[in-house]
């Protein structure tokens, strides 16, 4: 442990023989129940922030907004959302795990419940205020949690903390039919405040280091300079931008990708994208177990191949069975890459600041990638898709180089 590690003694001895507790049991112990427990939280938090999508029309419809509004909106969820990731990856590092993980889920239910209620515009963008600001602080301090929790069989372990998010875009599809077929668009968010009322009773009765709220030292230029002024952290990191800016590029515009570009019909356009979701539920264990086994920047490179090359032959190919085959693949190259990224980027950060470090990133990948639909929109709008999505695929294929050349 280093001197400055220091600065939160209880923590950090609380963390230090975390991952010494038979981290091989991965699904059961304390450790394992924590994990599920910290897993389920994900998939409530995605599936309430991804069920406004396929909800979007009736909830323009209700509030009386247009496009450009329901586009406010999800810049606020989202911009607020990267924001937070570095100073609770940062507090958590000097706090404990605990003391941002359970504010989060309660800021969070707050926020889905103001949701639930949003009679105007303006009420509806302070609640999504509130759930970008809340899911902000919840899943660095997870990442870092599950870190701490798990050692040899960290890859793993964070393949199946990461798809339970995914687990959640699944869940939000049929969330969403549901709460439209019975009730209005503000009910589909009143399970998922159940879910994480339960979440946080459980994590506060589980925890493994206490509550500590004081004013911490954010040391914003330290961390930038601990990541940017290593070469080899600031490439890891510019080929996570790059993975950032295609994967949100690509589920912004994939449905209508489909229907345009390949004539799908809206329906199997929509089983396109939750393809993406479900493929990711059954891929990103594998993928963080192989890292654990052979060198992860390898795992990740051809992650990023093959999605790269599956979006080549997607854009090439006639027919839907072919550009269909072509989503799943490109589906699993794509939802390979995280668990082993990011479990590489906890290897190589250092223990005292892991998840400060880890968040500063997310700050970074997530706020740059989230220009992906942007370019999208724009190179399509005046090019068409063929190009957009080419350089999608040229994103990919330039990320898995830096991550070879880099991340050995």
């Known amino acids: 442990m280093t001197g400055e590690h220091g600065e939160a003694a209880g923590g950090a001895g609380a963390r230090a023989g975390a991952g010494d507790e038979a981290p091989e049991r991965l699904l059961s ?18 599936a309430g922030r991804l069920v406004l999508s396929p909800m979007l029309p009736a909830v323009m419809a209700d509030l009386n907004i247009g496009e450009f509004r329901a586009g406010v909106a999800f810049t606020l969820l989202w911009g607020l959302y990267a924001l937070g990731q570095y100073p609770s990856g ?28 949003a009679p105007t515009y303006p009420l509806y963008l302070l609640a999504v205020a ?28 964070f393949g199946l903390h990461t798809a339970s998010g995914d687990l959640g875009g699944v869940l939000a599809a049929g969330l969403a039919v549901a709460a439209l077929a019975v009730a209005t668009w503000r009910a589909a968010f009143l399970p998922v ?19 500590e709220f004081r004013r911490v030292d954010l040391a914003v230029r330290a961390t930038a300079g601990r990541l940017l002024g ?12 790059l993975y950032a800016f295609t994967w949100q590029g690509a589920v912004a515009f994939l449905p209508t990708f489909l ?24 891929v990103k264990p594998v993928s963080g177990g192989l890292g654990d086994r052979v060198p992860k920047p390898l795992v990740a490179a051809a992650g990023l191949g093959l999605g790269a090359t599956a979006l080549v032959v997607a854009l090439a190919a006639g027919g839907t069975l072919p550009v269909a085959l072509a989503v799943v693949g490109f589906a699993a190259g794509l939802m390979a ?35 992906g639909p942007t370019y999208v929109g724009f190179v399509a709008a005046r090019a068409g898709y063929g190009p957009a999505f080419a350089g999608l695929a040229a994103c990919l294929l330039v990320s898995a180089v830096v991550v070879l050349a880099v991340g050995r």
């Open 130 to 157: 509130l759930v970008g600001a809340g899911a902000g602080l919840y899943p660095t301090a997870a990442r870092a949690l599950v870190s701490d929790l798990f050692v040899e069989r960290r890859g793993q372990a």
């Open 259 to 282: 229907q345009r570009a390949k004539g799908f019909s809206p329906g199997l356009a929509g089983g396109g994208f939750a393809a993406l979701f479900v493929v990711g539920v059954a």
């Open 90 to 117: 940062r507090l958590s590092d000097r706090l404990s795990r605990p003391s941002l993980l359970v504010p989060g889920l309660a800021l969070l239910s707050v926020g889905f419940l103001a949701l639930s209620a």
């Open 193 to 211: 405040v159940a879910v994480l009322a339960a979440v946080l009773v459980a994590l506060h009765r589980w925890r493994r280091e206490p509550y």
């Open 29 to 46: 112990g304390p450790p394992g129940r924590l994990l599920v427990t910290a897993s389920l939280g994900w998939t409530a938090i995605q």
């Open 337 to 371: 890459v995280p668990p082993v990224l990011q479990a590489h980027l906890m290897d190589v950060f250092p223990d005292g600041t892991m998840g400060g470090d880890l968040g500063a990133a997310r700050s970074v990948y997530i706020g740059l990638g989230s220009l």
């Open 230 to 241: 290593d070469r080899r952290l600031a490439a890891l990191l510019g080929a996570y931008v």
